[in-house]
Nanobody
């Protein structure tokens, strides 16, 4: 059983930055594709950024390209999301997730149902 614990959320003004962290335990971290999803009030959960097992490949939602960067440290069992130039529309609960993804093409990494484990979420609020 994998446990994921997010941290780093908070309140920030538009244009500011935050760095989210997700610490994993209970599994072999490097075996998992890791990702960040978010869910705003009244909206469906959407993928934000995904990173491959080795960290060599990343995939970002169009809305965050050029602003958000996902990274991972397999030695520390941690995945990060650096968020710059934040906008009010980035306000949401951000969830860390992991998935084995055996036989899953990268084009399907954006689907939340493909993932096996989820953190409890961390609130990010961007004021205008």
């Amino acid at each position: 059983q994998v446990q994921l614990v997010e941290s780093g959320g908070g309140l920030v003004q538009a244009g500011g930055s935050l760095r989210l962290s997700c610490a994993a335990s209970g599994g072999t971290f490097s075996n998992y594709v890791m990702g960040w999803f978010r869910q705003a009030p009244g909206k469906e959960r959407e993928f934000v950024a995904i990173i491959s097992r080795s960290g060599s490949n990343t995939y970002n939602h169009d809305s965050v390209k050029g602003r958000f960067t996902i990274s991972r440290d397999n030695a520390k069992n941690t995945v990060y999301l650096q968020m710059n130039s934040l906008k009010p529309e980035d306000t949401a609960i951000y969830y860390c997730t992991s998935g084995v993804m055996v036989g899953t093409p990268p084009s399907s990494y954006k689907y939340s149902y493909k993932y096996d484990y989820w953190g409890q979420g961390t609130q990010v609020t961007v004021s205008s």
